[in-house]
């Protein structure tokens, strides 16, 4: 997974997920792992209310026995039987604003904001470009092209670890060529 230059947080969470949650399985010969094994482990974790977790390990123990496949060390994937084995993860709705006036009441109210400048930037430039926040935190002055009205994000600072570019709203373009501030500048 590190050789496929995956993100730190996905390779931390991956041995997580094999070396304490899959443990019971790690001194076994991957050939004489059964379904029935794995389900045990998925289920004790289900039942624990981590869903998404016991979901999310029997994806990783798959993608270790497709490996063990192309390498000739197991013939076959036990986790393909699983499938529906599980109850589907719950569903948690996140807090959204789907109506057209509730999101002009958020705007004007960011628009009345009289707190930190900087604050009041990093949401009007949230609403103005869509980016996760952290993104919006790590913005350097190099990244964005004034010029074009673009902002290049880097590849590792991306989830898909691929590069992005944000075109910038006139609004935003203009008032910063003005200034000569970027996003990243205090106000």
């Not at 001194?27 to 094994?37: D, L």
């Amino acid at each position: 997974m590190e050789e496929r230059k995956a993100a730190a947080a996905t390779v931390t969470k991956t041995k997580w997920l094999l070396e304490d949650l899959a443990s019971p399985l790690a001194k076994r010969p991957i050939k004489e792992i059964t379904p029935a094994e794995i389900l045990q482990i998925l289920q004790k974790i289900e039942k624990s209310g981590r869903r998404e977790t016991a979901r999310r390990l029997r994806g990783v123990i798959g993608s270790v026995f497709r490996l063990a496949i192309v390498t000739l060390r197991a013939e076959t994937d036990p986790t393909l039987a699983l499938q529906g084995a599980l109850q589907p993860p719950k569903a948690n709705g996140r807090a959204a604003i789907t109506d057209e006036r509730k999101f002009g009441q958020l705007l004007v109210a960011i628009d009345d904001y009289d707190g930190w400048p900087t604050i009041k930037a990093a949401l009007q430039f949230l609403a103005l470009t869509c980016v996760r926040p952290g993104e919006v935190r790590g913005a350097t002055r190099d990244e964005f092209d004034l010029r074009k009205a673009v902002w290049h994000i880097p590849a590792e600072r991306m989830k898909m670890r691929a590069p992005h570019d944000v075109p910038l709203s006139k609004r935003r373009f203009w008032s910063w060529k003005r200034s000569g501030r970027s996003p990243s500048t205090a106000d």
